[in-house]
T-cell receptor, first 114, second 115 residues
Framework: AQSVTQLGSHVSVSEGALVLLRCNYS??????LFWYVQYPNQGLQLLLKYTTGATLVKGINGFEAEFKKSETSFHLTKPSAHMSDAAEYLC????????????FGSGTRLLVRP | DTEVTQTPKHLVMGMTNKKSLKCEQH?????MYWYKQKAKKPPELMFV???????INESVPSRFSPECPNSSLLNLHLHALQPEDSALYLCASSQERLAVNNEQFFGPGTRLTVL
């Protein structure tokens, strides 16, 4: 069975500081991996995704993530946090053989201090 | 148009009411999804439609009844709900259910409160 673990339900950074949100997955088959962002009372917006190919994936709003198979990780980073980055971040995995189903992690709330 | 729209934005209903949630997309996607999201929890898949046919029902109670009248529209009919059904209901769509790059596009959600 597939699963996703997001370490830290809340992460607080200062504006301008590095953002690092952790995601580890468990999958018996090669996974597809996604990061979504959710602002309060809104739907989910895709930040970036890994399917195959290059392991360093660049997304929108200056975010990027690196797929590390040996560590079963897909951590999300951004060099410099903006106040507008404050939101809920959800990591998700799906399977190559039945890719309809997204398995979400429990989410990480990013707080950005001025 | 890369948008999934949902109406209404907010809905308050009693346990004896019948109401419907509506979702629409004009991206030519052939897979559509309903998710339920409780406060401070990740979304949970409820139903998947593929080419207007129900392909996945994640053991959802029968008081939730999905309908896909055409490839652009997805409805969720609600009847005799319980207060614990209060949640944010999210609709999503993707090109195909089993596509290689199956990015799901989400709508803004309907905030449902059951009194």
């Amino acid at each position: 069975a597939q699963s996703v673990t997001q370490l830290g339900s809340h992460v607080s950074v200062s504006e301008g500081a590095l953002v690092l949100l952790r995601c580890n997955y468990s999958s018996s088959v090669p996974p597809y991996l996604f990061w979504y962002v959710q602002y309060p009372n809104q739907g989910l917006q895709l930040l970036l995704k890994y399917t195959t190919g290059a392991t360093l994936v660049k997304g929108i709003n200056g975010f990027e993530a690196e797929f590390k198979k040996s560590e079963t990780s897909f951590h999300l980073t951004k060099p410099s946090a903006h106040m507008s980055d404050a939101a809920e971040y959800l990591c998700a995995v799906s399977r190559m053989d039945s890719s309809y189903k997204l398995i979400f992690g429990s989410g990480t709330r990013l707080l950005v201090r001025p | 148009d890369t948008e999934v729209t949902q109406t209404p934005k907010h809905l308050v209903m009693g346990m004896t009411n019948k109401k419907s949630l509506k979702c629409e997309q004009h991206m030519g996607h052939r897979a559509m999804y309903w998710y339920k999201q409780k406060a401070k929890k990740p979304p949970e898949l409820m139903f998947v439609y593929s080419y207007e046919k129900l392909s996945i029902n994640e053991s959802v109670p029968s008081r939730f009844s999905p309908e896909c009248p055409n490839s652009s529209l997805l409805n969720l009919h609600l009847h005799a709900l319980q207060p614990e059904d209060s949640a944010l209901y999210l609709c999503a769509s993707s090109q195909e259910r089993l596509a290689v790059n199956n990015e799901q596009f989400f709508g803004p959600g309907t905030r449902l409160t059951v009194l």
